[in-house]
DNA sequence: AGCACGCCGACT
DNA sequence: GTCGGCGTGCTC
């Protein structure tokens, strides 16, 4: 017997083994394998007959019994063809830990039976958690709940009292959790999108947090979104897909809308007054506008908090002679600057840099800070209100200052007064992604500020229909306009995106390699491929290039074999080729 | 991805 | 005369 194993390298073949006298193997079975004279783990995917000479022979399986089912193993092939990457790498991403020194007695994960219809529901009302938690403590099968980051995961953990399969428990009970779910021991089990894996016995409900959040797609491997593996899980093996948001995606509003899947879109809860406070020509100097500082005196006087939201987390130093911003030599990437350590830094690499005393292309010396940062609007507040108590920090000042994570901190009503200090930081970026991120934070701070509060907008946009749709608590409106620019100008879910990078060791290199690329999909009917461009500022001296395509819905199937020999071997250059399949920026 | 093998510059 | 640079290629 010949068994055939997948590892997490980049290569689509697998790597085929003898199987030593005595050992019984499984598919979905992981094992440790001798592979470049080291021993590495990864899964069985197909044990077959044939001549087992010259194979090395299997080293031992980690656990006794498969960890993934057939249906698991066939779920991560068919991701890895859908994000162009290998099935190793994707499965090896999907497992538990390994178990330490007295591995445990396990059971085998259960297969799906067919005949079960999947059904998917996008659960968007503000009751929408409330409704979750009594619908999974009320209903008798298993439950897999998928949160967009580890803190998600711990809150719901204890909301739910389930059983945890993220990175933020300990090895030992992720690896009891796993199997207990498979076994139904576990009915509810959270984790992250390192739990989409996880065997359940069927049918299940699978339920995605926060579908709209870009951490379910971070980069690396599963090159995947969490909900497109989940409704394709779903699909195979009957479950029912729940996806919780008050801001879903457009994709996922509009699948969902044409089967007439939405849920509470149309319940009426009581709305914070909502005002848009027009910045041209303002924010240079100031961050507040007449109606945000208003907003702070009245909800203050009245011994409200007010929470004022940044969006960006970093501000940059900028020659006002030149207008040259200061950026890291190595990654291009402008520096964030820090008022308070007074010293530059790279987000990239992290290398410090101390305060230039002139500007280094013109010689200028009155270098000065571009862009409101949590930092910089803290001081400019606490020079505006000295009597008030500003802080990043304290989320028991009168005045917090945070990024758009500080909204999950504060229970609705207990804030007077959110102010959005500039929308325009997710508008303006060149992202079509842009308004849908505009809408959400929009609309999670209504909710975060509650019936009896007051959010201000300030924006360069005050007509834009991502503000007006949280204006007029009507979310129906964003989403048919924002579908009808995406109709138009051919964006998802109405085409596919793929983006095609390269990071060249030498200048020129990426240049070359890039143009390659895009040389190895000419003729390829369907396409458009868009120019390559140098990724980052200064994209091109770094040798970062990249460019887009943008296809049909069966995208991956049409460049997967074209871009392939870019993939699996890094060729003469030695420049490295990314493909990141439906990129969420 | 790692890791080894393989040909050309600065050290004991 | 070697140590070591990373460019190239293989891993069952």
């Given at each position: 017997m010949i068994c055939d194993v997948v590892f997490d390298l980049p290569?689509?073949?697998?790597?085929?083994?003898?199987?030593?006298?005595?050992?019984?193997?499984?598919?979905?079975?992981?094992v440790s394998a001798p592979l470049h004279g080291r021993s590495r783990i990864g899964v069985v995917v197909e044990l077959r007959h044939g001549e087992a000479t010259g194979l090395k022979p299997i080293e031992r399986p980690v656990e006794s019994v498969a960890i993934l089912s057939t249906a698991a193993l066939a779920l991560g092939r068919w991701a890895a063809e859908e994000s162009l990457s290998s099935w190793g790498s994707t499965l090896l991403a999907l497992l538990p830990p390994v178990a330490g020194p007295g591995g445990d007695v396990v059971a085998p994960p259960p297969e799906p039976r067919p005949g079960h219809a999947s059904l998917t529901e996008l659960w968007v009302g503000a009751a929408r958690e409330a409704r979750l938690v009594e619908?999974?403590?009320?209903?008798?099968?298993?439950?897999?709940?998928?949160a967009p980051d580890r803190e998600g995961a711990a809150r719901w953990g204890a909301r739910l009292d389930a059983a945890r399969l993220d990175s933020g428990a300990p090895d030992t009970v992720r690896r009891a959790a796993w199997f207990a779910a498979g076994r139904g021991r576990a009915r509810i089990s959270v984790g992250t999108r390192s739990a989409l894996l996880t065997p359940l016995p069927p049918p299940a409900t699978l339920v995605l947090l926060?579908?709209?959040?870009?951490?379910?797609?971070?980069?690396?491997?599963?090159?995947?979104?969490?909900?497109?593996?989940?409704?394709?899980?779903?699909?195979?093996?009957?479950?029912?897909?729940?996806?919780?948001?008050?801001?879903?995606?457009?994709?996922?509003?509009?699948?969902?809308?044409?089967?007439?899947?939405?849920?509470?879109?149309?319940?009426?809860?009581?709305?914070?007054?909502?005002?848009?406070?027009?910045?041209r020509g303002i924010l240079r100097n100031h961050p507040l506008t007449l109606p945000l500082?208003?907003?702070?005196?009245?909800?203050?006087?009245?011994?409200?908090?007010?929470?004022?939201?940044?969006?960006?987390?970093?501000?940059?130093?900028?020659?006002?002679?030149?207008?040259?911003?200061?950026?890291?030599?190595?990654?291009?990437v402008p520096l964030a600057f820090s008022r308070e350590t007074k010293a530059l830094r790279c987000r990239l690499c992290a290398k410090a840099e101390p305060l230039p005393e002139r500007c280094p292309s013109c010689g200028g010396h009155r270098l000065s800070p571009l862009g409101w940062d949590p930092e910089r609007v803290e001081a400019a507040v606490s020079r505006r209100f000295p009597r008030l108590t500003v802080s990043r920090a304290d989320p028991r000042a009168q005045v917090v200052v945070g990024t758009p994570a500080a909204l999950r901190?504060?229970?609705?009503?207990?804030?007077?007064?959110?102010?959005?200090?500039?929308?325009?930081?997710?508008?303006?970026?060149?992202?079509?992604?842009?308004?849908?991120?505009?809408f959400a934070l929009a609309w999670a701070a209504a909710e975060a500020v509650g019936p009896n509060g007051r959010l201000i907008i300030q924006t360069l946009h005050p007509e834009h229909y991502a503000v007006r749709a949280v204006k007029e608590q009507d979310r129906r409106s964003f989403y048919k306009q924002e579908i009808l620019l995406r109709t138009e100008l051919g964006y998802p879910p109405f085409r596919r995106l793929c983006a095609v990078s390269v990071r060249g060791l030498r200048p020129g290199e990426g240049r070359a390699r890039i143009d390659e690329c895009a040389q190895a999909l000419r003729g390829i009917?369907?396409?458009?491929?868009?120019?390559?461009?140098?990724?980052?500022?200064?994209?091109?001296?770094?040798?970062?290039?990249?460019?887009?395509?943008?296809?049909?819905?069966?995208?991956?199937?049409?460049?997967?074999?074209?871009?392939?020999?870019?993939?699996?071997?890094?060729?003469?250059?030695?420049?490295?080729?990314?493909v990141e399949m439906d990129p969420v920026s």
């Open positions: 290569r689509q073949q697998p790597f085929s083994y003898a199987i030593p006298p005595g050992m019984t193997l499984y598919r979905g079975q992981r619908r999974l403590r009320g209903e008798a099968g298993s439950a897999l709940v998928i926060d579908e709209h959040d870009a951490a379910h797609k971070p980069p690396g491997p599963p090159r995947i979104h969490s909900r497109d593996l989940l409704r394709q899980r779903a699909m195979l093996e009957g479950s029912r897909l729940v996806l919780l948001s008050a801001t879903p995606s457009v994709e996922s509003w509009w699948r969902a809308d044409a089967q007439q899947a939405i849920r509470g879109d149309l319940e009426e809860t009581s709305w914070p007054e909502v005002v848009t406070a027009d910045t500082t208003r907003g702070i005196e009245d909800m203050t006087r009245r011994g409200r908090r007010v929470l004022l939201v940044v969006t960006r987390r970093a501000g940059a130093l900028i020659c006002p002679e030149c207008g040259g911003l200061m950026r890291c030599d190595d990654c291009g901190r504060f229970s609705p009503g207990r804030l007077g007064c959110v102010g959005l200090v500039a929308l325009d930081g997710l508008l303006s970026v060149p992202d079509f992604r842009g308004g849908e991120r505009a009917a369907g396409l458009t491929i868009y120019p390559p461009a140098p990724l980052g500022a200064s994209g091109a001296r770094s040798g970062r290039w990249q460019f887009v395509i943008k296809g049909p819905v069966e995208l991956p199937r049409l460049i997967g074999p074209a871009l392939a020999p870019f993939l699996t071997v890094r060729r003469r250059s030695g420049a490295v080729v990314e």
